[in-house]
């Protein structure tokens, strides 16, 4: 189990997370929504030990995590909106480091095969400052990929990516989701047809579980450009739910 | 020449642009009022009048310092020293083809019909005019020097002439360097684009066979310098000049675009950071550099090792990054540690340690010797969490597999000056030189990982290297015993050790 307990976390005298508490059960994927600025950032960065809360404890099969020497663990793996990259070393460099970091076996054939799906085959040699934003995505959800973690945390994954991308990424989750990982993705959209495990909505500086139904609605209305609507909207919704 | 005329009004109106910027940043706002302006523009004049003062009275303390025969030799010398830039000069705009362009350049001329000739032209006018003006200035004070002891009745007009000279001399040059560059640059010169290297051996035999040839722009400023500028001469340069114009429109008209285009797209990334860009964002522009000779030179044959061993495989990656970042990277860390060794060996053998200048140039120089960066990789994996929470969560263990490669490098060639140098202090200066080193890469760590207990924030390396370096300096000074300085030095290594291993993401 992947517990969040009394999460608090402020910048400065901005309360962005307030005794928040949720949990995740392993191989589930779950989907974080919430309007621009409601803290998913902040909140997946807490979770993957990038940001110190102030208060609150995260707890991985009952294991407190960040209280060892290492701030982070190697369990967890975050990919953030804008990931950035080791300017000298190549596509393939990228993986085959991280792969021989985490002992990964036969990764040359998970490599290659993941290069393949997310179509990324022909730039195995190219440098990522040189490649789009979609596909430096493309490189960092392979990154998270190919090293299996136990947790991984997406931070708007799709917004990049083109159709095909995404209907892979999604695929490639319910692989790792198969292999019994807990699954965290801030997005406002699924890919068509597609569902998830479990539904969270960030609002007022809590996390609370919503159904399917809620989440397409929230969507519409995410997606819907007028913020006091939105707002107003939102707490309606966060209300019924 | 109607492109020409389009292109003369487009640049006028940008350097007016220009022109009322750096007026605002000197006080004179084009709002304020008219007196207010002749104020600061008295001022500026009188600040100019100042320096110009102050840089012809230093040149004539230093020309009457001068033996009688020195002067002699300077001019002498002079030629020498004026081909020698020529040469570097061609080199570097054959190395990087020198036309600038900025992201609106690149979005309209560039793909417009104008008439390239002129654009490069234009171009070059506006690239070379400040330099040129810098170089006519010295030009002037060297011409000034020459002849202010033979000849004091004459220093003004030689001074002038000098720079007259001079700025034609180097518009000569640019425009000829140019025009062998936009030749070079033709769609159909591939061919002529490697074979135009051999220039440079052929100038340096043509230097040795034919002086007088190769000498020749250094002998018609020594000769308008001390004879004075003959309207033969004058009218010889301003038809040489005229010359290399029509050549560079000519050259220029047949570039091919595209590759200047895309030599371009780093300027123009540069440029749009603004014109302070090299303060504010110096490790942007430095990335930019960076990723532009990454793209342009060929992959070095030189596969990641990867292991069982994070050690190995984290020391492999960082052999890696820095023979990206410079093939020749590995020269420079063994000549950086050669060089700094060499340089506080022949301070302290020279002054003795009984001085305290002596241990300020040290520390200075221990100050200044942060690039090339021992622990860069470490920088780099540090400043990104997202690549950091994919690297082992033994941290000192990834200093010290991302450092070993450049201290072993540096420490190698600290340790060939010793020896070669100093050889009956190779036993201390070794042991020395090691402390010191880890002590460095200590502080380069401080400059990413918070220091916890003290400071509670990033360390500046400079300001490190002077906090550290009192209480060495201050015991070795007042002690004048080497021994005693070593271990203050490995008390600091420790001390620094224990905050680094203490602080975060060392510890959480």
Redesign the interface.
Same mark, same amino acid.
Do not use: C, N
């Given at each position: 189990m992947f517990k969040v307990s009394e999460l608090s976390y402020s910048y400065g005298q901005h309360q962005v997370l307030h005794n928040l508490s949720f949990e995740l059960s392993p191989g589930e994927i779950a989907i974080l929504a919430g309007r621009n600025g409601a803290g998913k950032s902040t909140l997946l960065r807490c979770l +993957?030990?990038?940001s110190?809360p102030e208060i609150g404890g995260i707890y991985l099969d009952d294991r407190l995590l *960040?209280?060892?020497? =290492?701030?982070?663990?190697?369990d &967890? &793996? *975050? %990919?953030?909106d804008v990931?950035?990259?080791?300017?000298? #070393?190549?596509i393939w460099?990228h993986l085959? #480091? &991280? =792969?021989? &970091?985490?002992?990964v076996a036969d990764w040359e054939e998970e490599a290659d095969n993941l290069l393949v799906a997310f179509e990324l085959e022909d730039a195995a040699?190219a *440098?990522p *400052? =040189?490649l789009s934003r979609g596909m430096r995505q493309k490189l +960092?959800l392979i990154?998270a990929l190919i %090293?299996r973690p136990k947790v991984l945390f997406l931070d708007e994954p799709f917004g990049p990516l083109d159709i095909n991308a995404t209907m892979t990424v999604w695929q490639q989750l319910k692989v790792l989701k198969a292999y019994g990982s807990y699954i965290l993705l801030s997005s406002h959209t699924l890919p068509e047809g597609s569902q998830a495990d479990r539904y969270l909505l960030m609002q007022r500086q809590q996390v609370r579980v919503i159904d399917e139904t809620q989440f397409d609605s929230m969507s519409a209305l995410l997606n819907y450009d007028d913020s006091t609507d939105e707002d107003a909207n939102l707490d309606e919704e966060a209300d019924d739910a | 020449m109607r492109d020409l005329a389009i292109l003369g009004r487009l640049e006028a109106k940008r350097l007016r642009s220009k022109l009322n910027y750096w007026l605002k940043v000197l006080g004179m706002d084009p709002e304020d009022s008219r007196f207010y302006r002749i104020y600061v523009g008295l001022f500026w004049l009188y600040w100019v009048f100042f320096m110009w003062s102050y840089g012809t009275e230093n040149v004539y303390q230093i020309s009457r310092r001068l033996p009688s025969d020195a002067t002699g030799s300077i001019a002498q010398f002079i030629p020498i020293v004026i081909f020698i830039g020529q040469i570097l000069y061609l080199f570097s705009v054959f190395r990087n083809q020198p036309v600038r362009l900025n992201g609106a350049d690149i979005a309209y001329l560039a793909i417009s019909p104008i008439h390239r000739g002129y654009l490069v032209f234009i171009n070059l006018l506006l690239n070379t005019w400040l330099p040129t003006l810098f170089i006519a200035v010295v030009s002037c004070f060297v011409g000034m020097l020459i002849v202010w002891q033979a000849m004091p009745g004459t220093v003004g007009l030689a001074g002038l002439f000098a720079a007259i000279t001079m700025a034609l001399l180097v518009f000569i040059t640019t425009t000829l360097a140019w025009s062998i560059s936009m030749f070079r640059l033709r769609p159909d010169g591939g061919t002529f684009r490697l074979a135009s290297w051999v220039i440079f051996p052929i100038l340096i035999i043509v230097a040795v066979a034919l002086p007088q040839i190769t000498f020749f722009p250094g002998f018609v400023w020594v000769s308008a310098v001390t004879e004075g500028l003959t309207p033969f001469i004058g009218a010889l340069l301003v038809a040489l000049s005229a010359l290399g114009i029509l050549l560079l429109v000519f050259t220029g008209r047949r570039v091919d675009m595209p590759v200047i285009v895309e030599e371009n797209q780093m300027y123009a990334r540069i440029a749009r950071l603004g014109p302070y860009a090299s303060y504010y964002a110096r490790d942007l522009i430095v990335r930019i550099h960076k990723q532009h000779r990454l793209m342009k030179r060929r992959r070095v044959r030189f596969a990641l090792m990867t292991s069982r061993n994070n050690f190995i495989t984290l020391m492999s990656q960082s052999v890696l990054m820095s023979l990206r970042e410079s093939s020749f990277s590995f020269i420079m860390l063994i000549l950086q540690g050669f060089m700094v060794t060499s340089i506080v060996g022949t301070v302290v053998s020279a002054a003795g340690l009984d001085k305290i200048q002596t241990w300020a140039l040290i520390v200075l120089g221990l100050m200044m010797s942060r690039r090339p960066d021992i622990a860069s990789t470490f920088r780099s994996a540090m400043q990104t969490p997202w690549l950091r929470q994919f690297l082992p969560s033994n941290v000192p263990m990834v200093l010290a597999a991302y450092s070993v490669y450049s201290f072993g490098l540096i420490y190698l060639g600290s340790l060939i000056a010793i020896a070669v140098a100093f050889p009956s202090y190779i036993l201390t200066g070794a042991t020395f030189s090691l402390f010191i080193g880890i002590t460095l890469t200590i502080w380069q760590a401080f400059t990413v990982v918070p220091e916890k207990h003290i400071f509670k924030r990033e360390l500046q390396y400079e300001a490190s290297v002077l906090v550290s370096g009192i209480p060495i300096v201050a015991v070795g000074f007042f002690s004048q015993s080497l021994p005693m300085t070593m271990i203050t030095t490995a008390f600091i290594m420790v001390i620094a050790g224990y905050l680094l291993y203490q602080s975060y993401p060392f510890s959480s």
């Open positions: +993957a030990g990038w110190k *960040f209280q060892e020497q =290492s701030p982070q663990d190697p &967890i &793996i *975050f %990919v953030p990931p950035d990259f080791y300017d000298e #070393l190549t460099e085959r #480091l &991280i =792969s021989s &970091i985490y002992h040699t *440098f *400052f =040189s +960092a990154m %090293v | -």
